[in-house]
């Protein structure tokens, strides 16, 4: 390798240094979950962290909505399981769909031996002291399980399959609340 083509590298690289450097210092991203509090001086913490801790997830009627509202509490109060004083409500509701996933056409009845559920909760996030509604969607999840010949067994893996749809789709509306209330602006 000669002398030009190696000053000519080290340019690039340099140049190409320099470029990643003004990009990123426009960069404005900061963790989701993270807080703005100074919690090593022993003050309350703040953000996100501190706004999903006041979500109260209101009573729901149905064993899958049951299932998700269950999910979702621990995911929001981290365990703790009650909000002290709510700021904001989540109302939930939740349906499932069931198809089946393959056919396999082997067995002697031409019946499908696995099915996938799809379980759909939406979210509506209100301000507690207002009732104003501040955020609303529906996430959904799908579980797979397999098809046995014996009752039971097949009822209790399709209930197995829906809480773990709703398991994972209360994750994803603990994002999108975490989402929700990280883009509200201070005061509205």
Do not use: W
């Amino acid at each position: 390798m000669s002398l030009p083509d190696r000053a000519f590298r080290t340019r690039s690289v340099l140049a190409g240094l320099a470029a990643l450097a003004i990009l990123a210092s426009g960069c404005t991203v900061q963790p989701l979950y993270g807080t703005n509090g100074g919690s090593a001086s022993g003050a309350p913490a703040t953000g996100v962290a501190a706004e999903l801790a006041a979500v109260e997830v209101a009573p729901v009627n149905d064993r899958i909505a049951l299932e998700a509202r269950n999910h979702l509490i621990f995911l929001l109060t981290g365990g703790q399981g009650r909000t002290d004083s709510p700021r904001y409500r989540v109302d939930l509701t939740a349906s499932a769909s069931d198809r089946a996933a393959a056919r396999i056409t082997r067995r002697l009845d031409d019946e499908p031996t696995s099915r996938t559920v799809t379980v759909t909760v939406a979210y509506r996030l209100v301000d507690a002291r207002t009732g104003r509604p501040l955020a609303a969607g529906t996430r959904s999840a799908m579980a797979a399980y397999d098809l046995s010949r014996q009752e039971f067994a097949a009822l209790r893996a399709r209930r197995e399959a829906e809480d773990r749809g709703a398991r994972e789709a209360a994750e994803m509306v603990r994002m999108a609340i975490a989402s929700d209330l990280a883009r509200r602006a201070p005061g509205s």
